[in-house]
T-cell receptor, first 112, second 113 residues
Framework: KNQVEQSPQSLIILEGKNCTLQ??????????LRWYKQDTGRGPVSLTI?????NTKSNGRYTATLDADTKQSSLHITASQLSDSASYIC???????????FGAGTRLAVHP | NAGVTQTPKFQVLKTGQSMTLQCAQD?????MYWYRQDPGMGLRLIYY???????DKGEVPNGYNVSRLNKREFSLRLESAAPSQTSVYFC????????????FGPGTRLTVL
């Protein structure tokens, strides 16, 4: 069973609309949770990082939330732009050698 | 700064052929990593190097070898490629093993026929 499950697998929205991506995890304990953005043909780039004690973190139009009780995180994108079209990956850090556990990602397409 | 660079961008091999994927970083980072990314799965760690002169196995090391040539460069070698090694390979680097931010290269798309 995957330790980090993301939903939906893919999503299509219209430009200007908001959307929320979900991440459910079973990793425990963990030191932090990141959301990465991966453009097609590129490597992942870090968007937000939250420690296990934080509830929310924003980066411009991106807002990540973390509920340690339900073991869920979400990434909310406000007023989407065409450039938001990418895969969004939820990543948890666990272990002493910078061990990162990656979700499979949600592929977002923003259409005009 | 170029960040993390990888060569080649694309490669097609026949089963049994060998090749080396190259990675270099210009951020003076101590730690470097090799991942593979397969459809429907998260990135998986193949090998990592905590610092120059050291390498360790990650989650999926079988069929691969690595060399930390110097502080800048970390190569991944496939001695006898198999179709199961068809994947996209990413190199990453970070200040240290205890520093979370890993910076990724653009990836190498490898197909083994």
């Amino acid at each position: 069973k995957n330790q980090v499950e993301q939903s939906p697998q893919s999503l299509i929205i219209l430009e200007g609309k908001n959307c929320t991506l979900q991440c459910n995890y079973t990793v425990s304990p963990f030191s932090n949770l990141r959301w990465y953005k991966q453009d097609t043909g590129r490597g992942p780039v870090s968007l937000t990082i939250m420690t296990f004690s934080e509830n929310t973190k924003s980066n411009g139009r991106y807002t990540a939330t973390l509920d340690a009780d339900t073991k869920q995180s979400s990434l909310h994108i406000t007023a989407s732009q065409l450039s938001d079209s990418a895969s969004y990956i939820c990543v948890l850090r666990s272990g002493g050698y910078n061990k990162l556990i990656f979700g499979a990602g949600t592929r977002l397409a923003v259409h005009p | 700064n170029a960040g993390v660079t990888q060569t080649p961008k694309f490669q097609v091999l026949k089963t049994g052929q060998s090749m080396t994927l190259q990675c270099a970083q210009d951020m003076n980072h101590n730690s470097m990593y090799w991942y593979r990314q397969d459809p429907g799965m998260g990135l998986r760690l193949i090998y990592y190097s905590a610092s120059e002169g050291t390498t360790d196995k990650g989650e999926v090391p079988n069929g691969y070898n690595v060399s930390r040539l110097n502080k800048r460069e970390f190569s991944l070698r496939l001695e006898s490629a198999a179709p199961s090694q068809t994947s996209v390979y990413f190199c990453a680097s970070s200040d240290s093993l205890s520093t979370d931010t890993q910076y990724f290269g653009p990836g190498t798309r490898l197909t083994v026929l």
